[in-house]
């Protein structure tokens, strides 16, 4: 279910709600992103909270700039930050522009396993192919997502939603792979 509000799109599932993020989000964004598991595939170091708070603004600033970014998940009747799904553009030194929005995805370590991520792109994925079909967001025709090999859950998650590998990319010294997929338009 898709329903705007003056803050933005709120998508749903049966499980789980994405809301734009909001202020009241940052400690338990902060908590994920320091946590060891959280960042295994993001270069291996805990974010500090420095690195959340530029996190969370680059997170606003994308709805702000760009018209999309990066959901707050809750799950639905919480209203607990447990993840965060989205798209964003990534301006990064070494990797080309992809030209298209990027899909991004993590979780708390107590909401992995459970299908969460995978339901949760889904829904977000729905949200861009429908702006690609109606024509509102012509840029949401195809979304890419950078990879690091050995996140099998990550990789499990794109799978399942439609996304195939093209390439690779090193970005700070690591080398991802690039996954593609092409909105449904029919």
């Not at 049966?14 to 295994?40: E, Q």
């Not at 606003?60 to 639905?76: D, P, S």
């Not at 192919?129 to 990550?154: K, L, W």
């Amino acid at each position: 279910m898709i329903r705007t509000m003056t803050e933005g799109p709120i998508l749903t599932t049966d499980r789980l709600m994405l809301r734009r993020p909001r202020l009241d989000d940052f400690d338990r964004l902060a908590a994920m992103w320091a946590h060891p598991v959280v960042v295994t595939h993001f270069g291996g170091k805990p974010f500090n909270r420095e690195d959340s708070w530029n996190r969370l603004l680059r997170y606003v600033g994308h709805w702000q700039l760009l018209g999309y970014g990066i959901w707050t998940v809750t799950r639905a009747g919480e209203d607990i930050h447990i993840g965060d799904v989205g798209f964003l553009h990534g301006e990064r030194t070494g990797v080309p522009a992809f030209g298209c929005p990027e899909a991004a995805w993590s979780f708390h370590p107590e909401a992995q396993g459970q299908g969460l991520a995978s339901e949760a792109v889904a829904c977000a994925l729905a949200w861009a192919d429908e702006q690609a079909r109606s024509g509102a967001d012509a840029r949401f025709a195809r979304t890419v997502a950078m990879i690091h090999p050995a996140n099998a859950a990550s990789i499990a998650v794109a799978r399942r939603c439609g996304f195939g590998i093209y390439g690779e990319a090193v970005y700070k010294e690591q080398t991802l792979g690039l996954w593609e997929r092409n909105a449904v338009i029919g």
